[in-house]
């Protein structure tokens, strides 16, 4: 694995969240020396997610700050579209933007972000433009882009089955891959391209994958 300073990836932990959608891209900012660490609303309870894993946060969300992280990840989850338990995470999302520390969010979790009003001048996508023009508040249709996964300065965002491409935008976004690896990557993960594997060995090889 290889070694690296920066601050943590923090991710989002809840009730009901898709385990799945940040699979690829946890698994793979680890491996590149990236330290990933779960948020829940309290740090002491556990959450369990829609896969029926049993998670016990590493933190609290109140103590969560800008300041001393690289990244917070957002998954979709049930409990976006039932009501407004997931709201702070979403204001903690505001305040990650407003320090220009970047936010990703995938599935639901863009729901709630277009309910706090930060998709109104971002270019965004999500499952579909009308699941995002039913969110209350929400005034960005203009700003929707039908895309796999879209970054939009620190803002990314994905549909609930794009998670290798919203993987690719955050290792992007953090530069974690030169951007031939990177390609080579998403060729591999996203299309089963085998021409990309000998890319990827090397790289290995050479410290840079």
């Known amino acids: 694995m290889t070694e690296n300073p920066a601050k943590p990836v923090h991710l989002a932990v809840y009730d009901t969240w898709a385990d799945w959608e940040t699979g690829h891209t946890t698994a793979h900012l680890t491996q590149r020396g990236y330290r990933v660490r779960t948020v829940g609303l309290a740090a002491g309870t556990p959450v369990t997610t829609m896969g029926g894993l049993r998670i016990l946060p590493d933190l609290s969300l109140a103590d969560l700050r800008p300041e001393d992280s690289s990244l917070l990840i957002l998954t979709g989850a049930e409990l976006w579209d039932s009501g407004d338990e997931l709201a702070p995470f979403a204001a903690k999302a505001r305040e990650f933007l ?110 840079d994958a």
């Open 98 to 207: 407003a320090a220009g520390v970047p936010v990703a969010a995938i599935c639901g979790a863009t729901a709630g972000l277009a309910r706090e009003g930060l998709l109104d001048d971002h270019p965004h996508t999500s499952a579909v433009s009308f699941y995002l023009a039913e969110q209350p508040g929400y005034a960005g249709a203009d700003q929707y882009v039908e895309a796999d996964a879209v970054t939009a300065g620190d803002l990314i965002t994905a549909g609930p089955t794009e998670p290798v491409a919203f993987a690719r935008e955050v290792f992007a976004r953090l530069g974690v891959y030169k951007p031939d690896v990177l390609d080579a990557w998403y060729r591999l993960f996203h299309d089963s391209d085998a021409s990309a594997f000998p890319v990827l060995m090397a790289a290995a090889e050479a410290g």
